[in-house]
Each structure stands twice: as structure tokens, then as C-alpha cells.
């Protein structure tokens, strides 16, 4: 790219660990790539762009989809390594090439990532040749991700296998063939728009999150470099162009030398306990530490890691991997690495969280009359969700619940005759069984015994047959009126909502948040897939005031209704919680509610009921609507019970 169209690398002010993170995986991509996370502004996207503008230039084979290294035979696709043991390459077949961008766009199909079939000469004469994916493309050059924890799940499965391999291994009706894909894999996200399944989190060699900044020189200079880019970009990258080529020299050099750096065995035996420490999971952050400290070190100039280079590899590769949950709040400890490397005395003093949150006042919150109530951690109720199979044609957004779909983005199972069937839509062809389909009639026996070619009708095409997961939009309505302060009810509501976030973000669950007092309901959570930003809502709904139910109800099912309208293929499911007291109504305070369960089972919306009313004085209001709406039902002081999971089994909610 020209000056004009990508933003000097050096010219990016501060966030100084996410740039010596793409700088770090440009020299040794074996390091796994980079997770970029931070609010939008924060220069992720400019950084990415900018990127390959400093990275020196890669020798690739001439006519080679995919990039094939000629001085590596273990970078080389088949036919190139065919040519080069019959010694048929010569110096012609060899040109120099600026390392590039490829984009993943997030509506990306596993198809259209790893290669498929090229349906016109398959139906057209028969051969069964491969249209190369992204992933040819990718090779050897920067892949990036925008809004990675948006990408589909058997999407970023294939991605990251590939990544770990240096290999896309795709087999497709009937064709197996594998190619080199060594790339630089760099994902950006924003995490209040859902967070990263765990599974796919670690896969990331490094992560760093970026902040705004809040230094006003820094912020003046970056509104001076931009505003000079825009109105006169020859004269900013004229200004940076020296910074430039020695950042480029450097990485050079750091490339050239990284197989020489040296780590001992008493820093990799300091990364293993570092390792234990932060508890992490299996063995991939010990490697990933390793690599980047010796690559630190070879960006520094030097033949042999330091325990500064473990310390800073550390602070890169476990950021992300210390949460077990998106909710915990768990800062990187810098002073247990420096304790660890330096090999200093540690204080293992174990902090009970939550005995100190037990300790901590209420919050008090507009008047002496609302309370902020603190969440009872200890309430399990993380499995009355059930999980089923649907029959109904729906678009694929989740991994929960699996159904037929017509979505690209759905597993490829087999093939069946289409309704209607559009040529235009060649990517939907099964290929395989239609061409089983075809060689059946008698007549293509005949072609084909006599070596000609089958005639494929339409009568023949079989379409792909696809299936799909979807996940739900649990929309938790809450109780926060004045009763719900008696005997810390609210706490354990609290926690009951915690409990089920605990469990379900795995599932790629959207979640929303309603809280009904006084004389309204309020969505103070739209819907969203950042579980992080649900705990730290939840956290703040203060309690006080009258009940108004059926607010919260026809709020409830406004929020379900305009999910199903947006086919966005997320199930609504509301779980309710209150004691049903409503002192807030418009003709009848039970008839009110009644009427709108009816509603509720009469257009098929989806509801738990956990009833918080004190089982002293009952009024039963909670159990007689959920039998109108035909709603599982719970009572609250049930949920601490061992018996819990013998009631969800026998009514089907949990499985046996």
C-alpha cells in the first residue's frame, strides 16, 4: 500500500503493548497470534492496517495460489514441492512481494474460509478441482479477524486448528488436499459486544487490552498526526519515514537471529511455576511464554532471553488466560511474577472475596428506603435451562439448541431435493449427491462405461442439506420493588441470576435485563452477549418501592416478540422472578396478570417462573400464572436444596 492509504505504524501514539504485540508475532507467528481487546477509537483496526506496511518483503513462487516459500520445502503446497525435487524451479519462477491484509469478514462461511469445490467445472466436465478459501490467501501474509467474538463457532474452530497446524487440511465430496497456511492471526474486539468462548480465548498466543488514553499531550498529538494525515499524508509518513525503516531493519534482524536465542533451563523451569501459579489450563501458555521471550530478545538484539523478557511474555500471554469466568475480576499480579523470577520469598495469604463482600455496607441508593443488595453467590440454580432439539427452520447464531437451516453457516450433513431451485445459487449444490444421483440413470451408466462424460439435469441436483445451533435471549425480569428487601430476598435473587450466568455464557446465550419497581419497568439491559457487562448491571439494580408486575410482564414480552420479528435465530426465554405482590395494576391486580400469562402461552413464548414470595404468608399468585402460560415453576427458598436437581429431572428441564 501507498502512503496514502495506510497510516504510519510509528506514527500510532501509546498503547505501546498492543504494537510490541503485532510486532512480536510478525517476527515468529509460531507464537500464535494476537487478541486485540479495547473500546472502539482505540487505534485496533489502525494498527492491524498498518502492520504490514513495516514488514520486509516475502519471496513467493510465481503462479502459486498459496504463497508457496521457495527456499522452504516444508512451506510448500504439493505440486510446488513436485517441481522443486525435480529440480524444475529456476530463478524466473521467483518474485518478491509486500506481505498484505486479508480480511475475515465475520459473515464468512467454513466454505468460503477453507475452500470447496468448484461447482462449475464439477457440473460443467465432471472434475472435481478446488476453489481455494481464505486460508490460500492468508498464507504467509496478516489474517485479521474484526469483531472475532462475533465469527460463527465452527467457523473459528477450523481458523484456529489451521493456525495451530500451519496446515488447512480441506476435504470436500470426495476430494482430500491439504495446503501450507502460515499466517499472522490477529482478532480486535470490543468486549461489551459478547465476549470469546474460553475454548477459543486460549487459542490466542497473546492478548492485549487497550485503553483510552487519558495523558492530554498524548491526545493532542494523536489529533495533530491524524488531521495531518488527512489533509497532507505524504508529509506525516515523510516525517516517521526514518522510524519506519529502523523499525523495519529491526525486524529484520530479530527474524534472522530468533533460532539462535537461547533460554535456560532454570528460566523455563521460572515459566513453569509462573504457569502454576496463575493456575492456568494445560501447557499451551508455558510454549507461548517461552516463544515470546526469546523473541523479545531477539527484537532487543540479543542471543539470550532475560528475566525482564519472561516478565513482560508473562504480562502478554496470560492476560487473557487467568479468568475462569467472563464476571471474576482478576487483574494480572505483576508482583507474583517478579516474586517467581526473581526468586523472592511469597506470602501465600489466601483472601476469602467473599467474606469481605459480606463485610461491605449496602450501598444506599437515592433514599434512605432503597437498598442495593449484594449477590449471594452461594445459590445454584444453574440448570433450569433446558436444552432441545427444534423441528422449525431457523437461522444459526448460537450452540445450544439444534434445528434444520437454510444459512450458509450451518453444518453440511448430507443432500435433498430442493423445492425450488435457483442455478444461481451454485454454492448450495451437494455435489457428491447429485452426481450420485445422475450416474444412477441408465443412460449415464452407458456415458460412463464407454469413458464419456453423464449428462447432469435438474431433475438430478441434490442441494445441501444443512443443520444448525441457535442460543437463547434470556431476558431476566426482576422483582426490585420494596418487598423484595425483606430477609435479603433480593440477594438471593441476585445470586440466582449470577448462578445461571455462571453456567450459560458458554453457550453464547444473549441476555437482557428488566427491573420493574415504583411505577415502571425499565430495560436497564438491552439485549447483548457481554455476559461481563450483564454482572456488572446486575450488581447495581437497587430494590424499593410498589410492584408493578404487569409492567414488567408486557415489557418482558414487547423484548421476546421484537427478538422473534428480527429473525435474528435467538430463542427468547424469560425467567421471571417475584413474589407476585403487585400493588401496581390497571383494572385488577390478579386479573391483570392472568390475562397477560394467557397472552404469554398463546403466542408460545418461552418463560421460567421463580417465585420469591415468603412461604409464611402465600397468596399464590405466581403458581396460578404459571399455569395460564405454562411456565415451569420454582419457588426460591428451593433453590438452596439438595433436592433441586431431582425436581428440574422429573420435569424434564435438567437432563438425568
Keep these: 500500500m501507498t502512503c496514502q492509504e495506510i497510516y504510519p505504524f510509528t506514527a500510532i501514539i501509546g498503547q505501546d503493548l498492543m504494537k510490541l504485540g503485532l510486532i512480536l508475532n510478525a517476527i515468529n507467528p509460531k507464537i500464535g497470534g494476537i487478541l486485540i481487546q479495547g473500546m472502539k477509537g482505540t487505534a485496533k483496526s489502525t494498527a492491524v492496517r498498518a502492520l504490514a506496511d513495516i514488514l520486509p518483503e516475502i519471496e513467493v513462487l510465481k503462479n502459486c495460489t498459496f504463497n508457496c516459500n521457495p527456499k522452504d520445502e516444508k512451506e510448500m503446497c504439493e505440486e510446488c514441492r513436485l517441481q522443486h525435487e525435480h529440480e524444475k524451479m529456476n530463478e524466473d519462477d521467483v518474485f518478491r512481494k509486500k506481505m498484505s491484509v486479508i480480511n475475515l ?266 437498598e442495593t443488595f449484594n449477590i449471594d453467590k452461594k445459590v445454584k440454580i444453574d440448570k433450569v435451562i433446558k436444552d432441545r432439539r427444534r423441528r422449525e427452520l431457523m437461522n444459526t447464531s448460537g450452540q445450544r439448541i439444534l434445528h434444520p437451516t437454510k444459512s450458509s453457516r450451518g453444518k453440511y450433513v448430507g443432500g435433498e431435493k430442493p423445492k425450488d431451485f435457483n442455478f444461481k445459487n451454485g454454492s448450495d449444490i451437494a455435489v457428491n449427491e447429485t452426481l450420485n444421483k445422475a450416474a444412477l440413470e441408465e443412460t449415464n451408466r452407458f456415458k460412463l462405461n464407454n469413458g464419456k462424460s453423464m449428462t447432469i439435469l435438474e431433475e438430478h441436483i441434490q442441494v445441501k442439506k444443512r443443520v444448525g445451533k441457535s442460543s437463547y435471549l434470556i431476558i431476566f425480569c426482576v422483582d426490585a420493588s420494596g418487598s423484595m428487601g425483606v430477609q435479603n430476598r433480593m440477594k438471593t435473587v441476585k445470586g440466582a441470576i449470577f448462578s445461571i450466568l455462571q453456567s450459560n455464557y458458554i453457550y453464547r446465550d444473549k441476555v437482557s435485563l428488566i427491573a420493574f419497581r415504583k411505577e415502571e419497568a425499565k430495560v436497564i439491559l438491552p439485549p447483548t452477549r457481554s455476559i461481563d457487562l450483564a454482572f456488572k448491571r446486575l450488581k447495581k439494580i437497587p430494590t424499593g418501592g410498589k410492584t408493578p408486575l404487569v409492567e414488567g410482564l408486557i415489557k418482558a414480552m414487547g423484548l421476546a416478540e421484537e427478538e422473534q420479528r428480527k429473525k435474528t435465530g435467538y430463542i427468547p426465554l424469560i425467567i421471571l422472578l417475584t413474589d407476585a405482590r403487585g400493588n401496581v395494576y390497571y383494572n385488577d391486580a390478579i386479573k391483570d396478570v392472568l390475562k397477560l400469562g394467557d397472552q404469554f402461552a398463546r403466542r408460545e413464548l418461552e418463560m421460567i417462573i421463580i417465585d420469591t414470595e415468603n412461604s409464611d404468608v402465600p397468596l399464590g399468585l405466581c403458581k396460578k400464572l404459571a399455569e395460564v402460560s405454562n411456565s415451569p415453576y420454582y419457588h426460591l427458598d428451593d433453590l438452596n436444596r439438595e433436592g433441586l436437581n431431582r425436581i428440574l429431572s422429573s420435569e424434564g428441564i435438567l437432563d438425568q
Design 105 to 370: 469478514p465475520i459473515n464468512a462461511t467454513e466454505d468460503r474460509v477453507i475452500g470447496t469445490i468448484d461447482i462449475n467445472q464439477a457440473l460443467k466436465e465432471g472434475i472435481k478441482a478446488l476453489e481455494p478459501g481464505i486460508l490460500a490467501d492468508a498464507n504467509r501474509n496478516i489474517l485479521y479477524i474484526d469483531e472475532v467474538n462475533l465469527l460463527a463457532d465452527n467457523v473459528a474452530d477450523v481458523l484456529l486448528d489451521s493456525a495451530a497446524m500451519g496446515m488447512n487440511i480441506i476435504e470436500r465430496e470426495g476430494i482430500s488436499f491439504h495446503h501450507p497456511s502460515n499466517f499472522i492471526l490477529v482478532g480486535t474486539m470490543n468486549p461489551e459486544e459478547g465476549n470469546l468462548r474460553p475454548q477459543l480465548l486460549d487459542r490466542f498466543g497473546l492478548s492485549v487490552e487497550v485503553e483510552r488514553i487519558e495523558d492530554i499531550d498524548k491526545r493532542v498529538s494523536i489529533v495533530k498526526n491524524v488531521e495531518e494525515f488527512q489533509t497532507d499524508s505524504e508529509k506525516l509518513c515523510l516525517k516517521y519515514e526514518n522510524k519506519q525503516k529502523q523499525l523495519r531493519e529491526q525486524i529484520e534482524t530479530a527474524k534472522l537471529i530468533l533460532d539462535k536465542v537461547k533460554i535456560s533451563d532454570e528460566q523455563l523451569r521460572k515459566i513453569a511455576l509462573i504457569c502454576i501459579q496463575f493456575q492456568t489450563d494445560g501447557h499451551r501458555a508455558d510454549i507461548t511464554i517461552a516463544r515470546t521471550a526469546k523473541t523479545i530478545a531477539a527484537f532487543n538484539g540479543s542471543m539470550s532471553v532475560t528475566d525482564d523478557d519472561i516478565k513482560l511474555a508473562s504480562k502478554l500471554a496470560l492476560n487473557h488466560r487467568m479468568r475462569r469466568l467472563p464476571f471474576e475480576d482478576e487483574d494480572f499480579d505483576e508482583d507474583l511474577v517478579d516474586d517467581i523470577v526473581d526468586e523472592r520469598d511469597q506470602k501465600n495469604e489466601d483472601v476469602n472475596e467473599e467474606e469481605l463482600n459480606e463485610n461491605q455496607h449496602d450501598t444506599q441508593i437515592e433514599n434512605i428506603r432503597e
